[in-house]
C-alpha cells in the first residue's frame, strides 16, 4: 500500500516557466512532508519542507503548497532552470514516528533549454 | 564539512562473498540511518541508531544483513553472504538529532551501488 504517491514518474518544463511537482498521500497521520532532489550518482539532498499546520512554505524559487482535505502537496519552481533537472522525491513523516520517512517513488524533472 | 561519506562507491562481488559498506557521519550528528534503494521498491530505510545504538532495524531484510556503529562517527553494513538479490544503491543518512531530521531533512551520502553477481 503505497502511502506517499508520486504519480508522474517524469515531467519536461521549458527553462524559465514555472515546474510544478505533485505528491498525494493518504494516512492523515502524517504531519510533516519533505522534498528531496536528486542527481544521478548523488544522494538525495533536503531541498523544503512544511508542517501540515501550514499550507505553504516558500524558499527562493521553491514554494510548497499544501492541501490537507485532499491530502496533496506539490513543489512549485519559479523559474525553472536548467540545474533543476534531478529526481524529486517527496516524503512524509507521521506523528509519533519521529524518524520513520516514507517515500514516493520520484519524478524526474527535465528542463529544456 | 566534507558531509557524509560512503565507501566504496561502487562494489561488484560474487554470490556468496562478504560485502561491508562504510559510512562516516558528519562530525555532531548523532542519528544515523540506512537506506537502500531499488527500482522496484523505491526508497526503504533498513536500520536507524541513534547515539550508537539501533532503534528500529526491522527494515533489514535478513539475517544476513548487520549494521554496526562502533563510535560516534562511523558505521558498516555487512552482508554475508550476499545474493544477487542484494543489487542496490545502498545510502546512509544522518541528521543532528532525529527531530531535526524529521523537519528539516537528513544529509544522504553518495551512496554505494552494489551490484552481486
Known amino acids: 500500500d503505497q502511502q506517499v504517491k508520486q504519480n508522474s514518474p517524469s515531467l519536461s518544463v521549458q527553462e524559465g516557466r514555472i515546474s510544478i511537482l505533485n505528491c498525494d498521500y493518504t494516512?492523515?497521520?502524517?504531519?510533516?512532508f519533505l522534498w528531496y532532489k536528486k542527481y544521478p550518482a548523488e544522494g538525495p539532498t533536503f531541498l523544503i519542507s512544511?508542517?501540515?499546520i501550514k499550507d505553504k512554505n516558500e524558499d527562493g524559487r521553491f514554494t510548497v503548497f499544501l492541501n490537507k482535505s485532499a491530502k496533496h502537496l506539490s513543489l512549485h519552481i519559479v523559474p525553472s532552470q536548467p540545474g533543476d533537472s534531478a529526481v524529486y522525491f517527496c516524503?512524509?513523516?507521521?506523528?509519533?514516528?519521529?524518524?520513520?520517512?516514507?517515500w514516493g517513488a520520484g519524478t524526474k524533472l527535465i528542463i529544456k533549454p | 564539512d566534507a558531509g557524509v561519506i560512503q565507501s566504496p562507491r561502487h562494489e561488484v562481488t560474487e554470490m556468496g562473498q562478504e560485502v561491508t559498506l562504510r559510512c562516516k557521519l558528519i562530525?555532531?550528528?548523532?542519528?544515523l540511518f540506512w537506506y537502500r534503494q531499488t527500482m522496484m521498491r523505491g526508497l526503504e530505510l533498513l536500520i536507524y541508531?541513534?547515539?550508537?545504538?539501533?532503534?528500529?532495524d526491522s527494515g533489514m531484510p535478513e539475517d544476513r544483513f548487520s549494521a554496526k556503529m562502533p563510535n560516534a562517527s562511523f558505521s558498516t553494513l555487512k552482508i554475508q553472504p550476499s545474493e544477487p538479490r542484494d543489487s542496490a544503491v545502498y545510502f546512509c543518512?544522518?541528521?543532528?538529532?532525529?527531530?531535526?531530521?524529521?523537519?528539516?531533512?537528513?544529509?544522504f551520502g553518495s551512496g554505494t551501488r552494489l551490484t552481486v553477481v
Open positions: 543518512a544522518s541528521s543532528l538529532g532525529v527531530g531535526q531530521g524529521r523537519n528539516y531533512g537528513y544529509t
Open positions: 562530525s555532531g550528528h548523532n542519528s
Open positions: 541508531f541513534n547515539n550508537n545504538v539501533p532503534i528500529d
Open positions: 494516512n492523515s497521520m502524517f504531519d510533516y
Open positions: 512544511i508542517s501540515s
Open positions: 516524503a512524509a513523516s507521521r506523528l509519533g514516528s519521529n524518524y520513520q520517512l516514507i
